[in-house]
């Protein structure tokens, strides 16, 4: 079921390239934002459609061949960190840990790569009603989480390669937090990153 919903996927917008800007590819990780609509819907059909609104949609810049809306995201990561937690980010950086190196999972899968599967829908439950790009600050509420654990490591690596189980209600209260720390600019980068095409 996967393969044809993704082989589908590739081939309806290889079909509608032309009046489209962006192209659509199979890339790392689609298969992983596929799983739960499969999980979920009650048909292959339905399960397509909906996957294919929501890449399309809410997150067309996370499935370029570049991945630029990942890239983004994690450079975003890395400046709400320096923001609601400077320490934090400081003793990352010291151990020169960045997004990229640590997060790129979490925030190419929307948290979907941190089991368990009941706690990853009911955060993308939160994410479908609010947005994708609050995924970023999903991330640094779990880094909050392990703060402790990570500020007293002298390999911060070794507890970042496997996120700890994901529980969504507090990550979704501490990433809502979150929000009102942000400065209004960055905050609206962080909405667009996910869909808008940056002038070259």
């Known amino acids: 079921m996967l393969v044809r919903l993704l082989d589908a996927f590739v081939w309806r917008n290889h079909d509608r390239q032309e009046s489209h ?11 992983v934002l596929a799983a739960p609509f499969l999980y979920t819907m009650p048909s292959e059909l339905e399960a ?35 923001i609601v937690d400077p320490e934090l980010y400081s003793h990352l950086r010291s151990k020169n840990l960045s997004a990229e190196i640590y997060a790129f999972p979490s925030v190419l899968t929307l948290c979907a790569c941190t089991p368990p599967l009941d706690q990853v829908l009911q955060l993308w439950d ?40 994901l529980e969504a209600l507090p990550v979704i209260g501490i990433a809502v937090t979150l929000v009102r720390d942000l400065p209004t600019d960055l905050y609206d980068e962080l909405v667009r990153h996910p869909y808008a095409v940056q002038d070259s």
Do not use: W
């Open 21 to 31: 800007q962006l192209g659509f590819t199979y890339v790392q990780g689609m298969n």
């Open 48 to 82: 397509f459609f909906c996957f294919a609104k929501f890449i399309e949609e809410s997150c067309p810049l996370y499935v370029q061949p570049t991945l630029e809306g990942v890239h983004r995201g994690l450079k975003l990561l890395d400046r709400c960190l320096k």
């Open 126 to 165: 939160f994410l479908l009603a609010f947005g994708v790009h609050l995924n970023v600050l999903c991330v640094i509420a779990q880094l909050l989480l392990m703060r402790d654990n990570i500020m007293s490591s002298a390999s911060p690596m070794r507890l970042l390669r496997a996120f700890p189980p």
